[in-house]
């Protein structure tokens, strides 16, 4: 079974710092697409970010990173200067090459910003 | 900007009632997806829709669960038989081809089975 783990329940951070989501996959495929969405109180899905598995370069958007550590199936978020706004669960997800499958989501992790 | 569009926004049903949850996703996109988010718990894939059928369906999506793309832009989710477990948000989404290309989510449809 592909399966993705997210071990933190939960994450509080200061406004303007940096936070770090931490996220853990598990494929027997070589072709998949790693992605992380946002998902606020209106319980929208939004992308934040997505990795192909063939790209060794880290994939950036503006105050978002990832680290993707192919060989240790690792794909954590980085946020930058931490904005209010940012306050939601995000979920990490993998997709195969084909896409058929659809989406395979981890449990999410709640993300508190203190001002 | 192009959008994936779901209705209703909530329905309320009583168990055992048939239910169709409608999609209309992006005009120009062939894969098509059903998700579903029990409250408090993490996103599920149910089933996949490309070239008028179904391309894989999950464990949960039992014979109580069927979709259609009837006339070439709705794309419908229908729940036979309503069970108190069937309460959940149901989000639809749709994308281009290949995997890396952004799965586009409407905005989900809040279903309370009572």
């Known amino acids: 079974a592909q399966t993705v783990t997210q071990s933190q329940p939960e994450m509080s951070v200061q406004e303007a710092e940096t936070v770090t989501l931490s996220c853990t996959y598990d494929t027997s495929e070589s072709d998949y697409y790693l992605f992380w969405y946002k998902q606020p109180p209106s319980r929208q899905m939004i992308l934040v970010i997505r990795?192909?598995?063939?790209?060794?370069q880290n994939a950036t958007e503006n105050r978002f990173s990832v680290n993707f550590q192919k060989a240790a199936k690792s794909f954590s978020l980085k946020i930058s200067d931490s904005q209010l706004g940012d306050a939601a669960m995000y979920f990490c997800a993998r997709i195969s090459g084909g896409g058929a499958d659809g989406l395979t989501f981890g449990k999410g992790t709640h993300l508190i910003i203190q001002p | 900007e192009p959008e994936v569009t779901q209705t209703p926004s909530h329905q309320v049903t009583q168990m055992g009632q048939e239910v169709i949850l409608r999609c209309v996703p992006i005009s120009n996109h062939l894969y098509f997806y059903w998700y579903r988010q029990i409250l408090g718990q993490k996103v599920e894939f149910l089933v996949s829709f490309y070239n008028n059928e179904i391309s894989e369906k999950s464990e949960i999506f039992d014979d109580q669960f069927s979709v259609e793309r009837p006339d070439g832009s709705n794309f419908t989710l229908k729940i036979r038989s309503t069970k108190l477990e069937d309460s959940a948000m149901y989000f639809c989404?749709?994308?281009?081809?290949?995997?890396?290309?952004?799965?586009?989510f409407g905005q989900g449809t809040r279903l309370t089975v009572v």
């Open positions: 990795q192909e598995a063939y790209k060794q």
């Open positions: 989404a749709s994308r281009g081809t290949g995997g890396s290309t952004e799965a586009f």
